[in-house]
């Protein structure tokens, strides 16, 4: 990328901010409510039956020890959907074969109503519009924030395709509403290298929210966080609700406590329960398992 492609990039990046400013783009989140005002709607994804994820009797087994055992599980579309459970109950291994990482032994996983998702590679599901953030943030750290965001709408092309990409305007747009999202609008020219771990944490989701993914899958994302951070990325993804569907593994409790509707526990492979925070921890079966470890 030339610097005049990438003045011209960000000149537009920065009109855009201005428009969003001036209260003449889309706005910030306006918390929980306004974030089911836009429910999800996918040409791709059919989502006529309710549900953007479905599994059903899913199971894995590794040298004979059953990680995933008969677990099913459904989340519908515009969904924030919070995954607790002790370690090792098999949270990071159920992304792993939603995202086409790990193959079940047995079991259904649908993306909508039609798309059967186990007969799919990894790099199909991620271009079917399923997003995953691990724990770890992967960002280039010798590049800008805007570099990083504009590297990923051009990271499903080929290398000469990369080499020559250019934003155009409605992807300014997009760039500017997603720095806007993730709070690093003041950023934009900030190597990824000198951010805050929070910041780099945020980074990253604004890398899979340009590719327009229909469901994320995010993995402990405030692990490492100072409260500060923690408290803006429960903004973050409250602002995401309704526009994607979510599902959050975390094990901090106060940040599940915030963002979440219902919360899924998972316990050795398969649901334990679920319901609202408040029922799942007054759940002897929960607490047994949280207690007994
Ligand atoms: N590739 C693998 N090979 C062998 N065992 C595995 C593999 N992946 C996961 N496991 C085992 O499966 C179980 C579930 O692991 P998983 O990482 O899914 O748990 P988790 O709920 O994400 O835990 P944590 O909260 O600690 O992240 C663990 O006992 C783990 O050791
Ligand atoms: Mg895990």
């Known amino acids: 990328m030339t610097p005049d492609l990438l003045d011209q990039g960000a000149r537009r990046v920065e009109a855009r901010m201005a428009a969003l400013a001036a209260g003449k783009g889309n706005t910030e989140s306006g918390g929980r409510a306004a ?6 709607t996918s040409s791709d994804v059919d989502v006529t039956h309710g549900r953007i994820l479905y599994l059903e009797d899913v199971s894995v087994s590794f040298d004979g020890f059953k990680a995933i055992n008969k ?25 792993d074969i939603i995202t086409g990482k790990t193959r079940p032994d047995e079991g259904t996983v649908y993306f909508g ?13 991620a271009q079917l519009g399923i997003g995953r953030k691990f724990q770890k943030p992967t960002v280039f750290e010798q590049l800008s924030v805007f570099e990083n965001l504009e590297l990923a709408l051009s990271m499903h092309k080929d290398v ?50 340009m590719q327009k993914p229909k469901l994320l899958l995010l993995d402990e994302p405030v692990a490492g ?26 094990h901090d409790m106060s940040f599940i406590r915030t963002i979440s509707d219902i919360v899924t526990v998972l316990c050795d492979g ?12 007054a759940d002897e079966r929960v607490i047994e398992v949280y207690l007994g470890r």
């Open 35 to 40: 974030g089911f005002s836009r429910l999800v």
């Open 71 to 95: 677990l099913s599980l459904d989340i519908a579309p515009g969904e924030l959907r919070c995954i607790i459970g002790p370690n090792g109950a098999g949270k990071t291994t159920m992304m």
């Open 113 to 125: 109503s039609t798309i059967n998702l186990l007969r799919h590679t990894e790099p199909e599901i």
């Open 160 to 209: 000469r395709s990369s080499l020559f990409y250019r934003l155009d305007s409605a992807q300014s747009d997009q760039l500017a509403d997603v720095l806007h999202t993730i709070h690093l609008a003041d950023s934009v020219g900030v190597q990824a290298g000198n951010l805050s771990h929070g910041q780099k944490q945020w980074l990253e989701i604004g890398m899979l929210l």
């Open 225 to 250: 966080m100072t409260d500060d951070e923690t408290e803006r990325t429960a903004e973050l993804f409250l602002s995401l609700k309704g526009k994607h569907s979510l599902m959050v593994v975390e």
């Open 270 to 281: 398969s649901v334990l329960a679920q319901g609202t925070l408040d029922q799942v921890q």
